[in-house]
């Protein structure tokens, strides 16, 4: 069975951080890519980053890029989300992705319809 779990969401101050973490099992991970996406309020699901577990490739949204870190961690299984310098609009509910091969692999890599495989999301809550 395929899971991608998420953990790590909180309430935090604005300026604190958080890392988020999504374990995957019931595929192979080194040959998918996982990509973070949130939704906030009223909003639209947003992609944020994307690494690819083949090459090490990662990508960013603007919003984000400076204060995010996706990293990848093979061995267990688990991509990290580092978040830092953390503003009130970052509040959402994050779900990590899976998909085959590389980060964008179908369609660009902050489209949600090129994943396989989703989690059930962590609330990250930025208080000002």
């Known amino acids: 069975e395929v899971q991608l779990v998420e953990s790590g969401g909180d309430l935090v101050q604005a300026g604190g951080s958080l890392r988020l973490s999504c374990t995957a099992s019931?595929?192979?991970?080194?040959?998918?890519?996982i990509g973070w996406f949130r939704r906030a309020p009223g909003k639209e699901r947003e992609g944020v980053s994307c690494?690819?577990?083949?090459?090490?490739?990662?990508y960013y949204t603007d919003s984000v890029k400076g204060r995010f870190t996706i990293s990848s961690d093979n061995a267990k299984n688990t991509v990290y989300l580092q978040m830092n310098s953390l503003k009130p609009e970052d509040t959402a509910v994050y779900y990590c992705?899976?998909?085959?091969?590389?980060?964008?692999?179908?369609?660009?890599?902050?489209?949600?319809?090129?994943?396989?495989?989703w989690g059930q999301g962590t609330q990250v809550t930025v208080s000002s």
């Open positions: 992705a899976a998909v085959p091969f590389v980060c964008g692999y179908r369609y660009g890599w902050y489209l949600s319809p090129g994943y396989d495989y």
């Open positions: 019931g595929f192979t991970f080194d040959d998918y890519a």
């Open positions: 690494i690819s577990n083949s090459d090490g490739s990662t």
